[in-house]
């Protein structure tokens, strides 16, 4: 599935609504200061494109588009915060591997990521570095791939929330797929009609 700006719009009115008036405005800053602004650099992008990259599922493509757009939307405080886990997540890559994060291959970017204990540790806005890429890097990055309508494809919801439906597709009985899962997330297992 091609993920494009367009979606990435679309993920940021449902996940910020407001705020975003000013989209097509947006540039990427090119130095960060030494208290890293509120700009994303080019840098920052880059780390949060190889982040999501890594963390996508592998049908997905137009990730840098999508990426760029979807971050360089965000509420300023927000991409302060992103910019400043990007810079951890550099430096951290620099010590383990010797290279900016964005450099490494898939592999070695999947391997500093779970040697930073990310795929086992919380999520916080406050927390060390591993709970901060994941809440500003990882968990943001996904959210944005699931809210925006291709990417909640891959999961199967048909209308994410805050997108329209349409009549056709409450009328329509479930499949196969939506009654095993429901069979799986309930005690009582699927529902007889």
Known sequence: ???????????????????????????????????????LTERHVDTAVATAETVYPSGVSGTAEFVSSYVGGLPDDRSAEMARTAVGLDEYA????????????????????????????????DGSLSERVRFYLVNQLLYGLYTSPTGSKLVGIENPVGYPGGYESYQRPPTDR????????????????
Not at 8 to 33: C, H, N, Q, R
Not at 178 to 193: H, I, K, L, N
């Open 1 to 39: 599935m091609r993920l494009t700006r367009r979606d990435a719009v679309l993920s940021l009115l449902v996940g910020i609504g407001t705020g975003v008036a000013g989209f097509a405005d947006i540039e990427i800053g090119e130095e960060a200061t030494d208290e890293e602004s509120a700009r």
């Open 94 to 125: 620099r010590r383990e591997r010797g290279r900016p994060f964005a450099t490494l291959s898939s592999d070695a970017r999947d391997s500093v990521l779970r040697s930073m204990g990310v795929d086992r540790t919380g999520s916080s806005s």
């Open 178 to 193: 939506e009654r095993a899962y429901v069979a799986t997330t309930t005690e009582e297992g699927p529902t007889r009609e």
